[in-house]
């Protein structure tokens, strides 16, 4: 459910708060020209300032929010608004992307898909200026390795390009990690449609809900970013070249496809949800028939049986011999029109076999 | 339910209507400059004067709207419009801004959600202009001591900047009180969410629709105030500074996300609702399987029993040593048989347990 | 339901359709000045002549569209379009404003809450120009009391302004009317929301249907005013004075918080429905449970001394002595144990009391 | 169901296609002046050529699509664009206006509505250019007769006017018509309103479901001409003169209310569709009802009478004088408590009666 | 369900995704002036680049995507940019057009409906510039053959005009493919309108959703071709010529009028499945009716019956000689009282027979 790490209402703007499950800012900088790559773990204030002195493009991430003081420090070296940091810090945030006086502040929302098919989501915020880019992650641990590897590798524009590509790549490397979890939950959906038909078990609504949840869940998640891409390629940002803007307009086109891809699912999940409702209304009438059937046979064969139970001194049917017999053959015919009602009706043989196979 | 305090239709513009229950205005003037704060408790309109004259920033905070001849007194010392003022005492008004000649007007809506979780809406009307703050609310106590606390503090740029920049710190405390509210409901949802598939009470009902009530009272008041902090971010008001506007934009992100997370709820809600409505269908599925199955397999039973409870002379098997226990025996065989079907069918055995655990 | 007089398709653009039951005019003509009022019942076509030559404001209000010859003669005096003549005849017409050569019309819709709470709605076309009003009212009786009262009195701007102030006091007027509906709707949903849970009958289905209808037609003569009172805000029209159109945002003002509560309502009465249904099958639930109680109880018992009233010769239980009460203990025993299968299901002691309470 | 006359995909753009059924054309040429009429029935291409050569206006209709070389003849005469000529012989085609270089064409649908209540739905296609109006529809007989006549008669503006005004008057006809259809549609709402209360067959969903059909259907026909005729009101062709549209905005506003209350109608019948919902849960509430009260009430007896029926040999209550009549004493008193359950439980006496009158 | 060939997230832009079963591609070249055609099948790159040096126009035709280094080549020669030449090669890509400096890029979506009535949805991808059209297919055989017969022919437009009219005129065939679905699935709709009413099995629910979601399918394939083809009408790109423009202009109505039409069925799936689901309740209740009357007539008559089968010594009724003809005609009067109470309820004879038949 929603939880936002706001401070008091009424507090200074600005105000960071600090959750008691942060975790510790680790600090990775890559600096790398188009010849070189250098890569510094655990950096501290001091290499940054030292790295950024250095010609080059920097790339630093952060994963963990849990010192303020950290995060104010590095804030004042990149020169970032009081209000920007409050946004990257209070998590979670609506992706937006804003244009400051240095750089650029992308805020989007990262999606993990694990194996097991839940879907965690994590904020990144992402600033970018002149030859540098500053990633604020949440959590240890990202999808962002495959951008690392191209910056490694040295093939393609990513060296040579400037800082606002690096920010491309990452923005859209996240984008791109939503096409999985909408895949993964089509392909949900259409093994609960199968299994729907055939039980009708409250494990069954629970997963539809549980789906449509993760479903408005990344909608929330991409929707506000398909509008901030959409800025970038417009050319709002002067932070982003012209040459960028055409992947930007790429990317744009995939987070218009995923959002699609995403109202499509939402369709099919209410669907599926009516499917549930009224297969769970035809088996009640099965219930019904059986028991209707059953209760109309027997109900008044007992009754006629009732009678000739009773203990009446004069009953004359009761001596004769044929009686019983011709007793047992009544029943018997009066169980047979029964029978017959039912079939005419529709309510034994034809139809009743298509819905219990 | 919706009252407004309105006059009767046709009244002459800038009727006002005081209700039987408004409180006596209690009006507390505050008047603070970069070095030092006073505050006035129970000020009159002569100390007001007086104060106006003195130099600094002077917020004036009226609670209780039960005196009309000192409201109007008010409202010609700081010359405001007749419509205004309108706004102000007759409660309800749609939250927006206005431009005046003097002064902007924007109309509020206060969330105050107390720890029982019940949601209280207020409105706050406040007139901000030249050197001064003008708050009018309904009832005494607010959500603004923190704003307080921050002007007598004198830490940041609160004593500092203009009376834009105090309005903006007023309405951006009113907005971020939806956060308490929206998490509270959020939080309530899940809840209810869990204990929905368990039972089934009319209590669970009446919550919910409290709930979807709430979220639609909520709704009401945050979304019109997002297209009002809109329009001081966009510059349309000459009373708000562009330095303020950026802190009006970090207003208006709070705005749109609570707007979001409302309108998540909402959709859930209705989810809820849905579970709900199949979660009794399916506990009638399961009544109607126990009746069916207890029926199906007694009926027949008691109408063999019944044949063999008739009075006729010759009943041949009633003497046969062993048609007694044949009979015992069939019936259980019958039985047997009943009880299969139903495991085939799934009623009994394989389905049922999860259903009723 | 709908019905317009509309001439049959294919006539003359301009066509009146007088209806049998339109009911003859009444002209009522009242001239002000800044310092006296003059009123003429039952006015003729040559006294509105002599009238207009005179100095001062002239309002016309015509109640009644029943005589063509008349209304033709005092349209011609006026110089009204026929297709404006057409708009006020052939009623209903959808609210709207449009500028003509000499005047402004404003199709309005009047609405009329009457004690026992049910809403007539009855059109008000309202043309006003230099120096005049022109009302044309389907029926005699009105809501504009009050405005007529303000004119005699003479105090506030009325008498002193010019006839666009006439005007919008007249609107403003009609708008506001639709408060006390909406209010009433208000509290009778609330009302039949308390009434929901614990009454299904179909009386309730029929209430809240009728309330429904109402908030539909409430809709759909507020929502087209809002725009046509919102063009002449934004001063589209020349009869409009500056300083008019400042009351006209007012009155804009209530014509959206009108449809906001109009629309919060029509939400609120679906809900209502669905509510309403759950309510349904929540009983039907309880009837079902009740049914299989007594049901699974008693037709094992019966089975049971149905075996004993077989007349087989050689039953030996029947002989004991003790197997009479034996079966009887045994018939506790299984009554028992059925007994504590529902209250562990939850069917009786726990959940049955809330819900039949 | 949709069925568009459309050449095979990837035909010649302008390929007709002439269905089957359609009839052959029957040409009538109307030609007026200020001072006389003259119309000729059956005209051929030669005749029409003659008379547009004559001073006046021309109006030439043409009565079914059957004959693909006579249309293209005709459509050469006045210089249609082969794919306007498509767009009136491939029927039907979406409603809209176009300029082309000679003429101005109008697509419209047309609405004709038996005294039976079903509602046919035809496409007139008009140009309009100088001097001459140009008609296509696809079967004989319409609904601009009335038109017809004003041409006759002569007063008004019609013979007077260009072109463009009887181009006008054809389409004001054409949408006005709409308003019969869909106050029939109103009418029979609220007859089906009154019957759901008391009759759930099927048969009245089947009218229901009819009814929204017939409303989708008209409101696809009403929505595009909206947009359509708004077009010619704007101003955007050079064909409408200004004086025209004038006459054009009654037309829209027409169209704007039809579309208004086809909207508010299926509102309705949705509403209705949900009431029969309601109606039929509350059906069966109570037959449920019933079934609970007989069985709870006599299954009970029935086992105390099965009972005393069985035949152990030391049964003393049978052989005690009294036990007889206190038996069915306790039978009585068994019934009687049950009846007051139920009456407590407001399911005999209270609600019921209601429910079934 | 959705599928996506996307490389993982993070590639570099442009990696294209050749799926294992991709085809290989199989190229047809066509090169045609005013005066003759020639057609290459199976081209290799040297044939297409000596046809590119003639005069003529070309049509390269590419149904295949499974040789990444063929269609890299294929690229580079025709100057396509890499992300253009992704969004080929990664199916699906949502609908779009985008303006390139040599060419225009046109993203379709080709339907194939087989006889079976299974829709077949396929990627086509079109880029045209000066003098050639080149088109990308993922799989063999499509719908274009009457184009290519039009090249073929010679007549009308096609072999004088430039490549833009031979891109509209496979743009055009590919939308007006959308035509024949839509019909047969409004005739489908109609079938199972007729059918839902006799029969409820889980077929036809099966039925229903497939429609909806083959609709939805349809919907998302020609929605955004609607805007990609309005963005060519309003001439944004510079590749299309003035005269070709108004034959796309046809080309938007008709995805207007399918947007329409999909929408209008999707309504009535939607109606139909709440067809389904009433009727599904209408069966139910017409079930509960029969084991209630059944019920309701015989459990009484049971009981009266069990009362005289006692066995107490001292029932002075057993000895009455009339006392068994009179019960047995108290039980038909029971009976006869029962019966009258149904029908009055209407639960026999008036209603049922509808229902049933």
Redo the contacts between chains.
Sequence with gaps: ????Q?P??????GTLVISDNALPPRITAMLYTKDDVHVHESADIETLQTLRAQPGKLWIDVQGLGDEQLLRTLAAEFKI?S?AL??VINVP??P?T?EFDLHQLYISRMVKLDERGSVDIEQVSIFFGENFVLTFQELYGD?????RQ?IHQG??P?RKSGSDYLAY?II???I??Y??A??FI??A??RV?TQV?N?????I??TI?RM??TL?DLR?GIWPQRDAVNALVRGDSPFVSKDVR??F??CY?HA??IV??ID??R??AS?L?????????????E??????I???I??????M???????????P?????W??PA??VSMLFVAGVMLLYFRR?G?IGR?AP???D
């Design positions: 459910m929603f939880h936002k706001h008091p209402a009424g507090s200074r703007p608004h209000l409050e946004d945030q609506r937006k804003e999808v962002l390795d495959p951008v191209r093939a393609g990513m790549a859209d490397t996240i791109d990690h096409y999985p909408v895949e089509s392909n959906l259409e449609e038909m039980d009708v078990s409250q494990d609504l629970a809900n449509k949840r408005l929330r055409v992947y307009r790429d086109d218009v496809q699609d891809v499509a699912s369709d099919i669907n949800f009516n499917t549930y409702l009224s297969v769970v209304s035809n088996r009640m009438n219930v019904m028939k059986v028991l209707t059953m209760a109309s027997f109900i008044p064969l007992t009754f049986a009732g009678v000739y139970g009773m203990n009446f001194s004069d009953m049917e009761l001596s004769y011999k009686a019983y007793l047992l009706k309510w139809t298509p819905a219990d």
